[in-house]
């Protein structure tokens, strides 16, 4: 089945640790996006890739970091520079910028 | 800033009646989406209009654009407990590359 898949779906970090959040997609999308909700809000952008080895911060970028190695792959760091992480994490892809977004079911990310 | 701003932001209603929820946006625009987010998951893509288009229909689901307001309006006709969900929309246009979202409209459908 086409889709995009992120794990875990839940994830606990010690306060300090890096953490890193995984999202993989077999849609041939070229674009990737990650976004960060917290309890009753709505999305906000992180980072933003629109083809390989290529990314852009969005509007939260600070303590997060991503790579783009891959077509497929766009996984997301969560570094000890950030200061409040715990939220619920969202991976999504679209075929270009602008177009239908594809969603994951998102990472639970707790720090303890 | 390119996101939507959702309005109202919660809604309550009865099985079977109507729910109407407004976006309203600020730049220009290639394309206005909207999403739906069940609690704890991610979203799902419900319908997308063009900005030469005025309206657009799926289902039970009736999309409006005005782009000399810079608004839209999403209508879910015939209300079903089911229907319960955050609902988003997402202006697309040429300016910023990432669709940005809102804080949504909580839509309740009361059985």
């Known amino acids: 089945d086409g889709g995009i898949t992120q794990s875990p779906k839940y994830l606990f970090r010690k306060e300090g640790q890096n953490v890193t959040l995984s999202c993989e997609q077999n849609l041939n999308h070229d674009a990737m996006y990650w976004y960060r909700q917290d309890p009753g809000q709505g999305l906000r952008l992180i980072y933003y890739s629109q083809i390989v080895n290529d990314f852009q911060k969005g509007d939260i970028a600070e303590g997060y970091s991503v790579s783009r190695e891959k077509k497929e792959s766009f996984p997301l760091t969560v570094t000890s520079a950030q200061k409040n992480p715990t939220a619920f994490y969202l991976c999504?892809?679209?075929?270009?910028?602008?177009?239908?977004?594809?969603f994951g079911q998102g990472t639970r990310l707790t720090v303890v | 800033s390119q996101q939507g701003e959702e309005d109202p932001q919660a809604l309550s209603i009865q099985e079977g009646e109507n729910a109407t929820m407004n976006c309203s946006y600020k730049?220009?625009?290639?394309?206005l989406q909207w999403y739906r987010q069940n609690s704890g998951r991610g979203l799902v893509h419900l319908i997308l209009i063009r900005s030469n288009e005025r309206e657009k229909h799926s289902g039970r689901l009736r999309v409006t654009l005005d782009t000399s307001k810079k608004s839209s309006s999403l209508l879910i006709t015939a209300s079903r407990a089911a229907d319960t969900a955050s609902y988003f929309c997402a202006p697309a246009g040429a300016g910023r590359r990432a669709l940005t979202f809102g804080s949504g409209t909580r839509l309740q459908v009361q059985p």
């Open positions: 730049t220009s625009i290639n394309n």
């Open positions: 999504a892809s679209s075929p270009t910028e602008g177009t239908e977004a594809f």
